[in-house]
């Protein structure tokens, strides 16, 4: 007979959000009910409820797991200059989505999004904090001379914002056929020709 070890709150809840995230990259986010997390996690469906008061709850705390996990798996050496250091922050983005799969469904799902304002305003300000980090990492090779004088550096971030979001969103469609990070590398140097500086 199989003894279950009784967890404390913030395991127990630690414990619904992570398993969130894992099933939502197996049956999509929009279609996880919370009786699917309970059966997954060998608990009742109310004891769910003792953790979570609602369901857009649950997905607040999957959002803010999301970006904590993104904040730590994506480290760059902030010591490289600013065409290595704009190819290492795709690559690293690429990477964390590859190995946290749910993440493109998660942050696309047009209906999450819709019920639940918190939840997009979540994504929204890490989408715009990330357009900040690359904008002014165009920034500082415009200024040094590595990139185009005339770029616009808030442009250019939208551009590299969406070379991920996009190649991420084909990787997730294509059921994950490729090398993600191999393609985003590839593709990100075909954009680098149009933000490049000419040889002097």
């Known amino acids: ?37 309970a059966t997954e996690i060998g608990i009742s469906q109310p004891a769910i409820f003792r953790h ?29 200059g600013p065409a290595d250091l704009l190819r290492q922050m795709v690559s690293a983005q690429l990477n964390f989505i590859k190995t946290t799969p749910a993440v493109p469904a998660i942050l696309f799902s047009r209906e999450l999004h819709a019920q639940n304002e918190t939840l ?21 090779g415009v200024e040094t001379g590595v990139f185009r004088k005339d ?15 996009g190649l991420a969103m084909r990787w997730s469609l294509e059921n994950r056929a490729f090398d993600l990070v191999a393609e985003g590398e590839r593709l990100m140097d075909l954009q680098m020709v149009a933000y490049l500086a ?3």
């Open 1 to 37: 007979m199989t003894v279950r070890t009784r967890k404390s709150a913030p395991e127990r809840k630690a414990e619904i959000v992570d398993t969130a995230i894992r099933l939502a990259a197996d049956i999509g986010p929009d279609r996880l009910t919370t009786e699917q997390l």
């Open 52 to 80: 979570f008061p609602t369901k857009d709850a649950i997905w607040e705390s999957v959002a803010e797991r999301v970006c904590k996990l993104m904040g730590a798996r994506t480290s760059v050496d902030t010591q490289a």
């Open 120 to 140: 997009r305003q979540i994504f929204a300000n890490l989408m715009s904090g990330r357009q900040k980090r690359l904008a002014g990492v165009f920034a500082k």
């Open 151 to 165: 770029l616009d550096t808030d442009a250019a971030a939208y551009l590299v914002l969406t070379l991920i979001q």
């Open 198 to 200: 000419a040889p002097k």
